[in-house]
């Protein structure tokens, strides 16, 4: 007699956001392709597709990437809608997409019901350019109750699969 295990898909909406050039759509790329490219502004917003096997569950994760530039910002609400979690992204090496967090995080947290939001800090391969501190990251993370932080490279693959995982 033959057994067939059949595994349960999930499926699950995860929303990026961030400022513009942080990062949001190669970090997408390495995670849903494995490879490393300089990316265009994202226009609006695009989405992509993993599928992930944990725990003998298929899991189809539907990542959406949320344009940072100031003029789609009054599109953005309606894609969070429905999420499960998200993801915020700054550059390590740039301050100003550091202190636009409360932003992303308010657009986030307005247009989602409570869901998971974890931090990164992109560019982790650039450490000699890294300029915003632990000190900052932590005092961040702990004032506005976030899941996680994870520091990661797209060029590197650095922390990207773990990210990932974790969220």
Same mark, same amino acid.
């Given at each position: 007699?033959?057994?067939?295990?059949?595994?349960?898909?999930?499926?699950?909406?995860?929303?990026?956001?961030?400022?513009?050039?942080?990062?949001? @759509?190669?970090?997408?790329?390495?995670?849903?392709?494995?490879?490393?490219?300089?990316?265009?502004?994202?226009?609006?917003?695009?989405?992509?597709?993993?599928?992930?096997?944990?725990?003998?569950?298929?899991?189809?994760?539907?990542?959406?990437?949320?344009?940072?530039?100031?003029?789609?910002?009054?599109?953005?609400?309606?894609?969070?809608?429905?999420?499960?979690?998200?993801?915020?992204?700054?550059?390590?090496?740039?301050?100003?997409?550091?202190?636009?967090?409360?932003?992303?995080?308010?657009?986030?947290?307005?247009?989602?019901?409570?869901?998971?939001?974890?931090?990164?800090?992109?560019?982790?391969?650039?450490?000699?350019?890294?300029?915003?501190?632990?000190?900052?990251?932590?005092? @961040?993370?702990?004032?506005?109750?976030?899941?996680?932080?994870?520091? @990661?490279?797209?060029?590197?693959?650095?922390?990207?699969?773990?990210?990932?995982?974790?969220?």
């Amino acid at each position: 007699m033959r057994h067939y295990y059949l595994s349960i898909q999930k499926l699950y909406k995860i929303v990026i956001a961030g400022e513009g050039g942080v990062g949001k @759509t190669t970090l997408i790329k390495r995670y849903t392709t494995g490879e490393f490219s300089h990316s265009k502004t994202t226009i609006g917003v695009s989405f992509a597709i993993a599928h992930v096997v944990y725990d003998n569950t298929d899991i189809k994760l539907q990542i959406w990437d949320l344009g940072g530039e100031e003029r789609f910002r009054s599109i953005l609400p309606n894609f969070c809608k429905g999420a499960h979690g998200a993801v915020i992204i700054f550059d390590l090496s740039r301050y100003a997409s550091f202190i636009a967090l409360p932003e992303w995080l308010e657009l986030i947290r307005n247009n989602t019901n409570n869901i998971p939001i974890f931090l990164v800090g992109s560019k982790a391969d650039l450490v000699e350019h890294k300029i915003i501190t632990e000190i900052q990251i932590r005092e @961040t993370i702990d004032k506005y109750r976030l899941k996680d932080y994870f520091e @990661t490279s797209s060029k590197t693959g650095f922390n990207i699969e773990q990210l990932f995982t974790n969220l």
